[in-house]
């Protein structure tokens, strides 16, 4: 019987693990990390802020610059973080990137009332990367509107996007829960009561309407509402597993505000040892062919107990 989550004891997630598991990721070093790359997953660090994001940014020029008529290419890109979608405008206007061809898919969405948040929602996934990023493209670059996929409650449309064009990286954060978009772990009821979901079964997910883990819900409101809670959705739409592996590399991006120190290193290693747990739904990235994990170096912090 595996151990009961202390925070929320209904479902699973990274609590559930063997201790020695935990263990053996506290104890990691930062520069420990580094020698956790193998074939297949790489480990980068950034000494600043400043080129964190523009390389994070770097990967859609270099993206869209693949795309051709014949040949469409895209990214499927995240909120959260968000500080590099005013660069990759930014880039687009200054290199004068015709986007006729190019193409983005939101990774996720809120849920309310039973529907995906508007555009005019303050939450709204889709609100912001049009915002921060498509908005401030000079008219005569940007993509299609047609090109730029949301999800949205009815998935079909979304799903069948990704046949479209090939999606030559996903970017993305890892949350609290230990998430990339909303792949939260799953309910300890059912046939799930007292093991989660096997590593292949839960690969099997699409884009789908999920129920957020309590830790989701609290870091949503830490980091996007001001710690009020009972404003953040229960629900969300979140781009699955099965569309993750139709990508050709996932890049991970951390910057040590949405996850904290731990959470960091355990992924990070169950990843390079090849360790996958749906009740670490990052884990499983651990069969995927080509993944990066890029960190900014003073945002990883440490695991020692410190009294403040």
Known sequence: ????????????????????????????AAEDLLQLSRPGFRVVFYDTLEDFYLAEALEYI?????????????????????????????????????????????????????????????????????????????????????????????????????????????????GEVKHWAFNDPLRREGPYKDAPPSPEEYRKLSTRVVDLHPITL????????????????SQAISVGPVETWKAEKVSIWQAGTHDNPFGMRLT???????????AVPMSLLADHPNVQFNFYRHGIGTCEAEMH
């Open 1 to 28: 019987m595996r151990p009961l989550s202390k925070v929320a004891p209904d479902w699973w997630d990274y609590m559930t693990l063997d201790r020695e598991i935990l263990d053996d990721a506290a104890r990691l």
């Open 62 to 174: 270099t993206t869209w610059r693949q795309a051709s008529e014949d040949r469409p290419a895209g990214v499927c890109g995240p909120i959260g973080p968000t500080e590099q979608l005013p660069l990759v405008a930014r880039l687009v206007n200054e290199l004068e990137l015709d986007l006729r061809f190019a193409h983005f898919w939101g990774m996720d969405e809120w849920v309310v009332e039973g529907k995906e948040a508007g555009l005019d929602h303050p939450l709204s996934f889709a609100k912001a990367d049009m915002e921060l990023c498509f908005n401030r493209i000079r008219p005569d670059l940007r993509m299609p509107l047609d090109n730029i996929h949301f999800p949205k409650v009815d998935t079909r449309e979304y799903i069948a996007s990704w046949d479209q064009a090939r999606c030559v990286v996903m970017q993305g954060g890892q």
């Open 218 to 233: 609290i870091q949503n409101a830490r980091t996007s509402g001001g710690g009020v809670i009972q404003n953040v959705p």
């Open 268 to 278: 990070t290693m169950m990843i390079s040892k090849k360790i996958p747990d749906s």
